[in-house]
């Protein structure tokens, strides 16, 4: 077997070792939902996140109790607290949604979030439900659900979607359109799987290209906005790609302006994927270098770099380079995180929320 069949083979066996799956105890029955609220309440916040061990039974008995018990418990609050109390219950009707998007019942978090949102509209809209409305937007991008952040024009929350109601209470701040704009850019993907090196190589298909251009012009507005501005720039640039404008450049231009490390590593990557594809390996491999100093051992530049190593000749630095990412458990890798827009922020607006709930 040649040496380059080697490193393919070496990577092919680490990966799967690497997505082996672990099995998790699941639980059947409803907990009570007055106990998981009032541990809540009192800052045992392992009442919402143990709710990951349900089986599919469990969730559903779990959702519909929680849309009745809950608002019960709600009303009986004792009359000085009846706005900490309600925003006690949809923080941890949020968490609750957090946990189950993990689950084979994940749709159920639409229900759970629409019960959590019909009952915060009744709260003074004070710091702490701004932080609530913040956390929920930041959640449904972590899940993808863009119909439900965006609407459908359906039934209660799929009617104007949830970022409509956080609208109202947020304003039309840059951190919430640019919201709006990665919620119009999931809906474009439909099934395309998140394959970068096809990206790089596609031809855009006609029945997109519409889609497109109206998602790069609601990136471009946001290019200039304080603090999004370079994440928006990066989007603008990986949309620019699909509609088939390749230009390493634009890529390199957004890293040299950004100091999120998302923002700078996606930017290295894609910038070094294409360089690769333009037959460029040695600013490839600079490019992808850089990507993992801000995240060490990211699987998706540090396969690039393997090939581009590969691609080389310099077999030795390939081999290395394969042992260091099979070297133990995968980081976060941002570029899977893409997708999800800011759901990247949902543990910060976690515990922003449960700050304010104190």
């Not at 720039?233 to 957004?254: M, N, Y």
Request: with cysteine; hydrophobic share 45%; glycine share 8%.
């Amino acid at each position: 077997m040649s040496a380059v069949r080697l490193v393919a083979a070496g990577l092919v066996l680490s990966f799967m070792a690497i997505a082996a799956p672990t099995r998790v105890a699941t639980q059947t029955g409803t907990p009570s939902i007055v106990t998981l609220l009032d541990r809540y309440e009192h800052g045992d916040y392992d009442a919402a996140s143990g709710l990951a061990r349900l089986d599919t039974a469990g969730w559903t008995g779990f959702t519909r109790s929680l849309e009745a018990a809950g608002s019960a418990w709600i009303r009986q609050a004792p009359p000085q607290i009846p706005d900490r109390r309600r925003l006690v219950a949809v923080s941890f009707a949020l968490e609750a949604a957090s946990a189950v998007l993990d689950s084979p019942s994940r749709l159920l978090a639409r229900r759970i979030l629409g019960w959590a949102c019909a009952e915060v509209r009744s709260a003074a809209p004070d710091d702490a439900v701004r932080a609530w409305y913040r956390a929920s937007i930041v959640l449904l991008e972590r899940a993808e659900d863009w119909d439900l952040l965006l609407g459908t024009g359906g039934d209660a929350e799929l009617k104007d979607g949830h970022a409509a109601h956080g609208r109202m209470i947020l304003g039309d701040i840059p951190s919430l359109r640019l919201s709006a704009a990665v919620g119009e850019e999931g809906r474009s993907w439909g099934g395309e799987p998140a394959n970068l090196r096809g990206m790089v190589r596609r031809i855009p298909g006609a029945s997109r290209v519409r889609d497109l251009d109206a998602i790069a012009q609601r990136f471009s507005a946001l290019t200039s906005a304080p603090e999004i501005g370079p994440e928006a720039a990066l989007r603008l640039a990986i949309t620019d790609l699909r509609r088939g404008q390749v230009d390493a450049a634009s890529f390199a231009g957004v890293a040299d302006s950004a100091r999120d490390p998302f923002v700078l590593y996606v930017s290295r990557l894609v910038g070094g994927a294409i360089l690769l594809q333009q037959g460029k390996p040695a600013d490839a491999i600079s490019s992808l270098r850089q990507a993992l100093m801000l995240v060490p051992r990211a699987q998706s530049a540090g396969v690039l770099l393997v090939s581009a190593l590969t691609s080389t000749g310099a077999l030795d630095e390939a081999r290395k380079e394969t042992e260091v990412l099979i070297a133990g458990p995968a980081p976060p890798d941002p570029w899977r995180q893409y997708r999800s827009g800011s759901g990247r922020h949902w543990p910060q607006a976690l515990r922003d929320l449960r700050e304010r709930v104190k």
